[in-house]
């Protein structure tokens, strides 16, 4: 019954080593988002997509990309990552017009060595 | 000002007892109010969803929202070990260009004790 699904559940990279981090929703929701949460804080939100319509915070790095082929995927590429990037990063999609809830993935857990 | 606070601090309860959790706002744009419950190493599951003001009770959870005081809170009656988790509270605007976001509070560790 998942309905955002993100995989993988962990990941272990490389310092430098680009990754891609993959979400799906069988919601057929028009936005989706990918937050960055470190431990103990709030998720950060770093993009989100309303349909093909990209939308980036001024404040994410641009070692931080992402991709959303069709409505149902959307990917999540660090290009160069670095100890800092270790954290979760949680996908999460809502319908965008009139109902707003955020329905959130299980989460990729990054872990940089 | 930050857009979202809730005050982080840990929130030990026995077991039974009423939990309170609260944050404020200072965007006054926000129309829809949500509250999320995590476990550890875990995504956000959403517990409640208030569009505008007034109140919303689900079992054992209700949500209030006070809009003229900026003002959202979450009670959890007859608190259970298996609340036991971080509570994020999240608000968002209506739809419009770049209104998409949804803004979170730092999130309330909760520890109900048996």
């Known amino acids: 019954d998942a309905m955002v699904i993100q995989n993988p559940r962990y990941q272990v990279t490389q310092f430098g080593k680009p990754v891609t981090l993959s979400c799906s929703q069988t919601?057929?929701?028009?936005?989706m988002y990918w937050y960055q949460q470190k431990s103990s804080q709030a998720p950060k939100l770093l993009f989100h997509?309303?349909?093909?319509?990209?939308?980036n915070e001024a404040d994410t790095p641009d070692n931080f990309q992402s991709r959303r082929p069709n409505t149902s995927f959307c990917f999540l590429d660090i290009r160069s990552p670095g100890l800092g990037d270790a954290a979760m990063y949680l996908c999460?999609?809502?319908?965008?017009?009139?109902?707003?809830?955020?329905?959130f993935g299980q989460g990729t857990r990054l872990t940089v060595v | 000002q930050k857009e979202v606070e809730q005050d982080p601090g840990p929130l030990s309860v026995p077991e039974g007892a009423i939990v309170s959790l609260n944050c404020t706002y200072s965007?006054?744009?926000?129309?829809?109010f949500m509250w999320y419950r995590q476990y550890s190493r875990k995504g956000p599951e959403l517990l409640m969803y208030?569009?505008?003001?007034g109140n919303k009770e689900d079992g054992r959870f209700t949500a209030q929202v006070d809009k003229s005081s900026k003002y959202i809170s979450l009670f959890i009656r007859d608190s259970q070990p298996s609340d036991s988790a971080t509570y994020l509270c999240?608000?968002?605007?209506?739809?419009?260009?770049?209104?998409?976001?949804?803004?979170f509070g730092k999130g309330n560790q909760v520890v109900v004790i048996p």
């Open positions: 999240a608000m968002k605007a209506p739809l419009g260009d770049g209104n998409n976001r949804l803004a």
């Open positions: 919601l057929n929701h028009n936005v």
């Open positions: 208030t569009y505008s003001s």
């Open positions: 965007n006054s744009a926000f129309q829809y």
């Open positions: 999460a999609t809502s319908r965008g017009q009139g109902g707003a809830e955020a329905f």
């Open positions: 997509y309303y349909d093909k319509d990209f939308n």
